[in-house]
């Protein structure tokens, strides 16, 4: 595919979530069709979506049917199974590429393609077993954070060694799966930088967002976030090296000691569409139908913060704000620690009719 | 239904059009589910809802499934027969209410409505045939523009009269249709003004956009419009005077010589997605589900323009331009004279990263 999509052709996308949801109705106001596939019945991005297919990432029917709907495939996680991504692969294009998406599934990769890069990352090493984890915590020190490979997300898969009898019970909790120990950062805050490349190989940033995490969920994400202009270059420009480094096509997120990259939108861009003209879904839209990327100007100041749990219980206030905007995930159940929506604030408008 | 909707429950909307399109975007971002009730096949708005019945207006069966599967009705278009109206409001709320439909639905009850408010508009006088046409225009002058009372749009159902012996095929031109004679208004700018009136009764109005238009239909509209303060704020007042004249529940629009009202989101209300935190489609859809309207917010100089059949071709050209919000209508073909999208564009934003 190297044409760019016209409006009336068709997008998969890989999960049928809250980011599958904002990213369909991004496609739909550019007069691209969607599919979703999604095992999970009744998903949120199935509801402003032509179609969804309703089916495990193992059904091999299920999946070349998709794959043959559609123009181009995309993801909302990065967590697919890489003999889906195979079959899908064999018969429409997918993107961003598969690198991109097998670097973010795996920590260890991740970190190996960073520090490749020159950038730099928490402490890390390779932890197989109980020799391995005691070799490592005696270099790195204490506190540290075991962590599985693959497969977490939201501080899940995750364990804490604060001293040396900590870490069977840390080993136990990783299942078996082989896992990555991190040393702890000492950081200031912690910023995001949502990125896209286009088909071209242009890359476009928005401006850093300053995240807050509660219970290691992301609660609030800030922009502009509370730094100075260096900086702001520096994790921009650090952005387009990773990149450039995957021959990525699509939005990605970082930071300055870099922690994770994303190959997708991500939570830490949801003020983009309210403080910005084009936002993190359209961006990636536009990138993966090979569209041109949007230069990313921003109108407002914005805060970001997620709605979670029982937060759905502030909704009539939140609705009543001057200067707030809802989008609710369309979630058929209300559960504790669940994402049900977010709430973006835009700050220092006037009062102009 | 005097109670809020709450998030899950589902508005019904009649017409699966362009605007119910928007409506259904919006009512997504607010967690309420979207049925569209249309007589085409394929329609815009099933895209982006849950569901879509594909029936006539004067399919009863139909109609009352639809009526069942939602909690409130509402409508994109203000020419929906009083039969089914009658059908669906026997068995769930319906909003903005009937009064409201009905003025806007012929010119003349409307004009009335309008000076019965002590509101300026273009002369006027009922045509029923030759005898009453040659007296109005005797009254009034020429030129003059004979309209059908009913189902005019975009310059349709319309007669220009510049001297007498236009009148007959003027009359001819109505096909019998009852008509309504109107004088020529000398105006300097055409402005709109979209207005919602909540549940409780309380008025918010965007402020008034710059109409411009071609072949009778509209071009662009710009935010904000060359007029002064003073003339500003009477299009705002007079507006909240019309709605609460109809004890209207939703988004309508106005001028100061009231050339007409729109019972429902309108096209030149478009600008508000690019320019405002809460759009005109959001605002509907709060009036309608009995949530509080939002501030009108406006962060952005906006200028909207209607993409018209070839204007198309321009799509790729127009993704590449710095500041242009794009929002297609996924329409299936392309024909001269037909709204395909509309572009969005936001002057004066710094780049900032």
């Known amino acids: 595919m190297s044409e760019a999509l016209v409006p009336g052709q068709t997008i998969g996308i890989l999960g049928g979530g809250q980011l599958g949801r904002m990213l369909a109705m991004a496609a739909a106001r550019l007069g691209l069709h969607v599919h979703i596939y999604e095992p999970g019945v009744e998903p949120p991005a199935g509801e402003v979506a032509r179609c969804t297919f309703t089916a495990s990432y193992d059904d091999a029917v299920a999946l070349e049917d998709f794959a043959r709907s559609v123009d181009v495939v995309t993801y909302e996680f990065e967590n697919v199974p890489a003999a889906a991504l195979d079959r899908i692969e064999a018969l429409v294009p997918f993107r961003p590429n598969r690198r991109a998406l097998a670097v973010s599934q795996d920590r260890l990769d991740e970190k ?198 029982c937060d759905m219980d502030r909704v009539p206030a939140i609705a009543a704000e001057e200067g707030a905007r809802l989008q609710l995930y369309g979630k058929a159940e209300t559960r504790a620690g669940r994402k049900m929506g977010h709430v973006t604030r835009v700050s220092g408008l006037a009062r102009r009719r």
Chains 1, 2 share one sequence.
């Open 112 to 309: 190996a393609f960073l520090t490749g890069l020159g950038l730099t990352t928490a402490p890390y090493a390779a932890v197989d077993d109980a020799g391995s984890l005691a070799k490592a915590l005696s270099a790195m020190g204490m506190p540290a954070i075991l962590k599985t490979r693959q497969l977490g997300y939201d501080g899940k898969g995750q364990a804490r060694i604060d001293a040396p009898g900590d870490a069977g019970a840390a080993l136990d909790a990783m299942g078996g799966a082989p896992a990555i120990l991190e040393g702890f950062v000492h950081f200031e805050r912690e910023i995001s930088v949502i990125a896209a490349r286009g088909a071209d190989g242009r890359v476009m940033a928005f401006e850093p967002g300053e995240n807050r995490h509660e219970d290691g969920i992301l609660r609030t994400t800030r922009v502009p976030a509370a730094i100075g202009g260096a900086t702001r270059l520096d994790a921009v420009t650090l952005a387009g090296r990773i990149l450039n480094g995957l021959d990525y096509i699509g939005v990605t997120v970082g930071g300055l000691v870099v922690n994770e990259i994303a190959p997708r939108v991500h939570n830490s861009g949801h003020w983009t569409e309210a403080g910005c003209v084009v936002d993190q879904f359209e961006q990636h839209i536009r990138a993966v139908a090979g569209w041109p990327l949007a230069e990313p100007l921003r109108h407002s100041d914005v805060e970001m913060e997620n709605l979670i749990g």
